[in-house]
């Protein structure tokens, strides 16, 4: 079992920064893919970007790509996600998730834990 708590979400004006931290529990946390989905009012979750076990191997959606940056710390049990040049429709809840596998990709029924979310609210 793995517990994941996203916090560092908030408001920010356009062209700000966020940076978004989602704190593992379990020892397994470093043997698992972990993403990053978001969901605005009235929409389907979206993939933003996902990372493998090892942190080498990242993936992300069109939207955010040269913006967004995830990372890892495995030593700390964290994921991190760097958000950079917001926009107002960067705002959406955003979770984390993790994958029972060293690799994950965009389609969130490859992961199995979910946290429950911070608001990200970009002001134009």
């Known amino acids: 079992q793995v517990q994941l708590v996203e916090s560092g979400g908030g408001l920010v004006q356009a062209g700000g920064s966020l940076r978004l931290s989602c704190a593992a529990s379990g020892r397994t946390f470093s043997s698992y893919a972990m993403g990053w989905f978001r969901q605005a009012p009235g929409k389907e979750r979206e993939f933003v970007a996902a990372i493998s076990w090892t942190g080498r191997s990242t993936i992300y959606a069109d939207s955010v790509t040269g913006r967004f940056t995830i990372s890892r710390d495995n030593a700390k049990n964290t994921l991190y996600l760097q958000m950079n040049s917001l926009k107002s429709e960067d705002t959406a809840v955003y979770y984390c998730?993790?994958?029972?596998?060293?690799?994950?990709?965009?389609?969130?029924?490859?992961?199995?834990?979910w946290g429950q979310g911070t608001q990200v609210t970009v002001s134009s």
């Open positions: 998730a993790a994958a029972t596998s060293a690799v994950a990709g965009p389609d969130n029924s490859e992961y199995n834990y």
